[in-house]
């Protein structure tokens, strides 16, 4: 369910780009997000603060990236650390980012 919410979340911040680009950008922006994601994976897990989290991920992200940063890692620290222990958020993102067809 959280996976549909984040696609979902994703779709709407990014249509107009997801619109305008073609199967290899957008695979290389979901790849470039899901690294926003693992990162935001592994501080939670650290029980790093989320402003903090938030703080160090912007400083080490690409300036294209950076709008994305607040609510990638808001959405990590909306799951339980126990859901981040059990699966694999990066690949479930990339997974889902780059299915997503703003044709359909």
């Known amino acids: 369910m959280k996976q ?5 979340l994703l779709g709407l911040a990014f249509a ?3 619109a305008a680009e073609s199967a290899s950008e957008r695979d290389a922006r979901c790849e470039k997000q ?3 994601i693992a ?3 592994e501080a939670r897990l650290a029980r ?3 402003a903090k989290a938030k703080e160090e991920i912007m400083e080490s992200t690409e300036e294209d990236y950076k709008t994305s940063v607040p609510l990638l890692v808001g959405y990590i620290y909306t799951l339980p650390r ?3 222990k059990a699966a694999d958020p990066k690949l479930a993102f990339v ?3 780059s299915g997503f067809d703003p044709d359909k």
Not at 4 to 8: E, G
Request: charged share 30%; with cysteine; aromatic share 0%.
């Open 4 to 8: 549909i919410l984040l696609v979902t």
């Open 16 to 18: 107009s780009a997801a």
């Open 34 to 36: 899901g690294e926003i």
């Open 39 to 41: 990162k935001a994976a």
């Open 48 to 50: 790093t603060r989320e």
């Open 82 to 84: 126990k859901d981040l």
């Open 95 to 97: 997974e889902q980012c």
